[in-house]
């Protein structure tokens, strides 16, 4: 009787090379795909924003008919459902350029090459909101002043609905060319940071203050935390990269590695727990009378919702050796 020789045929396929070969053909030959079909044109650019934006627009109307825009919490309703399509855009443009340092790749490349457009999705859905807020606070001024209007929150509101218009003309060129290219990068980080800052706040306090929160404000919350702390990963990339090409990448001692790490570590677990300390590190934070002041009127403050984020850079810069800084001038030498 002939058998097979199966042995044999199992130690030729599963031979190591044989497995990495097979392996990185297919990679090869998904990533060329991939490359391909992300390069379509109507998944890109304009295209990509009609795209999107159309459809977004074409669900925000018919909400609209259904809803009851006679009474505030009609469209109070209508100012939370638009703002929850907008929120996605501004957290795929936070984490953009990062995601692409963290993992280039032709997805992460698309990503990137499409920030301005998903930036752009995110500017139609604030404008409905914008007009929503604008039928509230026009048509319904005494449900606006009684149940809505809070100073700080208007300051927040108003200072985002400042940077989203500039944003928007200066992503064009006859907008651009009335700014130098600093002005042009601070006004949009600081917008983005902004832009990104108020949502992530607004879910942070529905997770750790308010009682009942829902599905989506979990999914955003942590959405909101992931888009930022792909930044501070990408920025501790990037200080590595800088400390290995001064040769300086074993700088950072295990003790130093072990505290870091436990920073970091700690930093997680205040994300996923600020129900235990919010209500203390706000007393703490708004102790001194100036402080519980700011309260009333400086937007975030005392950022609590943005302290977990911050001990997690602490630690990533911890972690890092980054770039060697140049002494400015040279040390006079002893010897003479
Ligand atoms: C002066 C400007 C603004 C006003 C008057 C305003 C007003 C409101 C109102 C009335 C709600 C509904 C609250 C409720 O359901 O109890 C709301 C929700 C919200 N707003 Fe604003 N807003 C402003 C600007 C902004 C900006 C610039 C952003 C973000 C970029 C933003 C993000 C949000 C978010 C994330 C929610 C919660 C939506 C949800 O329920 O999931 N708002 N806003």
Request: aromatic share 18%; charged share 15%; with cysteine.
């Amino acid at each position: 009787m002939y058998s097979w020789p199966i042995g044999k045929v199992a130690r030729l396929h599963l031979n190591r090379e044989n497995v990495r070969f097979t392996f990185l053909t297919f990679v090869t030959y998904m990533t060329t795909d991939l490359k391909t079909i992300l390069k379509n044109k109507y998944i890109n650019k304009w295209r990509l924003f009609l795209l999107l934006a159309l459809p977004m627009s074409a669900v925000m109307a018919m909400e609209m008919i259904e809803a009851d825009l006679t009474t505030g919490a009609g469209v109070g309703a209508m100012i939370s459902f638009s703002v929850r399509w907008a929120v996605p855009f501004i957290y795929l443009v936070v984490a953009a350029s990062s995601v692409q340092i963290l993992f280039p790749g032709p997805f992460t490349a698309w990503w990137l090459r499409n920030r301005k457009y998903f930036g752009m999705c995110f500017a139609v859905a604030m404008a409905w909101q914008g007009m929503f807020i604008f039928i509230l606070s026009t048509f319904l001024r005494e449900y606006y002043f009684e149940d809505i209007y809070v100073l700080r929150d208007e300051l927040e509101g108003s200072i985002g609905y400042i940077f989203l218009p500039a944003m928007v003309v200066t992503s064009f060129s006859f907008g651009r060319k009335h700014l130098t290219s600093e002005q042009w990068k601070l006004l949009h980080t600081s917008g983005i940071y902004f832009l990104w800052a108020y949502p992530f706040s607004v879910y942070w306090w529905s997770l750790f203050y308010y009682e009942n929160p829902q599905l989506l404000d979990y999914l955003f919350y942590w959405a909101g935390f992931l888009a930022f702390a792909v930044r501070i990963a990408a920025w501790g990339k990037k200080r590595q990269q800088a400390a290995s090409k001064s040769g300086r990448h074993n700088d950072i001692s295990t003790g130093m590695t072990l505290l870091s790490c436990i920073v970091i570590t700690s930093g997680l677990f205040a994300a996923a727990s600020g129900l235990y300390w919010q209500k203390t590190i706000t007393a703490l934070l708004t102790a001194p009378a100036w402080s519980a002041d700011l309260v009333l009127w400086f937007p975030f403050w005392p950022f609590e919702p943005y302290l977990s984020l911050f001990i997690i850079g602490i630690g990533t810069m911890l972690l890092t050796p980054g770039p060697q800084i140049e002494p400015e001038f040279e040390p006079v030498s002893r010897m003479g």
